[in-house]
C-alpha cells in the first residue's frame, strides 16, 4: 500500500471511475478546469468551430455580394439569362421555376429563388439578420431573467410574489403563439418607439418570451445562496442590498448564465424562423432564413433547393450551437469526471 501515491488512493475511494493524476496542480481555479474539460471534448469544439465558421460566413456576406456574385441580395432577374457550361440557361424559366445551384461561385453558386433572386447572396444575408435576432433576443431574455430571477429570489416575500407570478403568465402560453400575439400588436398598435415588424422589433418579442425559462431556475439559485454564510457575513458588514447582490450573489450565478447563453441562442434563432415563417417574424424582401423557407415553400417540388437550402443552414447553425451548449455544460459541471493534473 505504501507505494501507491495518496491521490490515487483517494480517488478510489472516492470513485472508483475517476481517473487522476498522481498530482494535484494547486491553484486551478474553476473556469480554468472548466477549459480543460471543455478541451477533451473534441465533438463539442468541432461544432463549435462549426458555428464560428456559419457565423464569419455571414458576417462577409457584403464580400461576397459585392466582389465575388457581383449581385445584391434583394436583385431579382427574372428575365435574365446565365451561361452555365457551355449553354446559356433562363434564370427563371418561361413556367417560373427558377435555376438550380450552378456550383460557380461567380454566377448563382446555390440557384436562384422565384423573384431571379441569389440564393447564395440572400442565404448569408438571411443568416446576418437571423443572427442578429438571436443575438439580441439572447441579451435581452439573459438580462431581465438575471435581474428578474435575482430580485425575487433574494427578497422572497412580496416582490418573489409578483415577479414570479408575472413569470408565471408569460410560461403558461406557448412560446410561438405568445410570439405570433406581441407581434401582431406591435405590427397594430406598435409600442413607443417600437412600431411595425423589424428586426428589433422581433428580438424583442423573442427576448421576452423566453425570460420564465431562464428567470426560474436562476431565482430557485439565488434562494439557496441567500442563506449562505458569505451572504450573512456581507450583511453584518452592512453591505447594501444592491452590492450584496452584484458582487456576493451574481459572481455565483455566472456558470449558470454561461450554460443558459447558447441555449437561448438556438431556442432564438429557431423561433424566429418559426415567427417568420408563420408571417410574424421578418417580412419579405428582407432576407432571413425563414423568410427564405416561408418563400421557398410555392416552388415545391420544383425548386427544393430553395427550402433545403436554408433548412441545412438553419439546422446546422442551431444543431452546432446546442451540442457545444451540451459540452459547454458538462465542462462548468463540477462533479464531471475528469483528469486533473498538470498540463
Same mark, same amino acid.
Given at each position: 500500500?505504501?507505494?501507491? *501515491? ?19 496542480? *494547486?491553484?486551478?481555479?474553476?473556469? &480554468? ?13 468541432? $461544432?463549435?468551430?462549426? $458555428? ?80 442578429? #435576432? ?20 433574494? $427578497?422572497?416575500? $412580496? ?56 428567470? &426560474? ?13 458569505? /451572504? ?36 432564438? #434563432? ?11 417574424? /421578418?417580412?419579405?424582401? &428582407? *432576407? ?18 430553395? /427550402?433545403?437550402? *436554408? ?25 464531471? &469526471? ?6
Amino acid at each position: 500500500m505504501s507505494g501507491i *501515491p495518496r491521490a490515487e488512493l483517494l480517488a478510489e475511494s472516492l470513485d472508483p471511475d475517476l481517473e487522476i493524476e498522481e498530482e494535484f496542480t *494547486p491553484g486551478v481555479g474553476p473556469y &480554468k478546469l472548466a477549459w480543460r474539460r471543455l478541451r477533451r471534448s473534441k465533438v463539442s469544439l468541432a $461544432f463549435g468551430g462549426l $458555428f464560428l465558421l456559419i457565423v464569419l460566413l455571414c458576417v462577409l456576406a457584403p464580400l461576397y455580394s459585392a466582389d465575388i456574385a457581383h449581385i445584391g441580395p434583394d436583385f431579382g432577374n427574372v428575365t435574365g439569362t446565365i451561361k452555365v457550361g457551355h449553354k446559356v440557361v433562363n434564370i427563371v424559366s418561361l413556367i417560373g421555376i427558377p435555376i438550380g445551384p450552378t456550383w460557380h461561385l461567380s454566377s448563382y453558386f446555390l440557384g436562384a429563388d422565384n423573384e431571379g433572386r441569389d440564393v447564395a447572396v440572400r442565404l448569408l444575408y438571411g443568416g446576418r439578420n437571423s443572427l442578429y #435576432i438571436g443575438v439580441v433576443a439572447t441579451l435581452l431574455t439573459m438580462v431581465l431573467a438575471t435581474i428578474c430571477g435575482m430580485l425575487a429570489g433574494y $427578497f422572497r416575500g $412580496f416582490t418573489d410574489g409578483i415577479i414570479s407570478r408575472t413569470l408565471d403568465v408569460i410560461w403558461a402560453y406557448p412560446a410561438v403563439l405568445l410570439g405570433i400575439t406581441l407581434s401582431t400588436v406591435l405590427e397594430v398598435h406598435g409600442l413607443g418607439p417600437f412600431h411595425g415588424t423589424t428586426l428589433l422589433s422581433t428580438a424583442l418579442v423573442i427576448g421576452v418570451v423566453y425570460v420564465p425559462y431562464v428567470a &426560474k431556475p436562476i431565482r430557485a439559485q439565488v434562494l439557496a445562496l441567500r442563506d449562505r454564510e458569505f /451572504v450573512d457575513a456581507a450583511r453584518q458588514q452592512g453591505l447594501s442590498h444592491v452590492r450584496i447582490m452584484a458582487t456576493e450573489i451574481l459572481p455565483n450565478l455566472a456558470s449558470t448564465i454561461i450554460v443558459f447563453i447558447p441555449l437561448m441562442l438556438a431556442n432564438a #434563432i429557431l423561433t424566429e424562423a418559426g415567427l417568420t415563417f408563420l408571417g410574424a417574424g /421578418v417580412q419579405p424582401p &428582407k *432576407p432571413s432564413w425563414g423568410t427564405m423557407i416561408s418563400e421557398g415553400i410555392s416552388s415545391l417540388p420544383a425548386a427544393f433547393h430553395n /427550402v433545403l437550402i *436554408p433548412g441545412i443552414m438553419l439546422v446546422l447553425a442551431v444543431l452546432s450551437i446546442n451540442v457545444f451548449g451540451d459540452g459547454l455544460r458538462d465542462a462548468l459541471d463540477p462533479r464531471a &469526471k475528469i483528469r486533473i493534473g498538470k498540463e
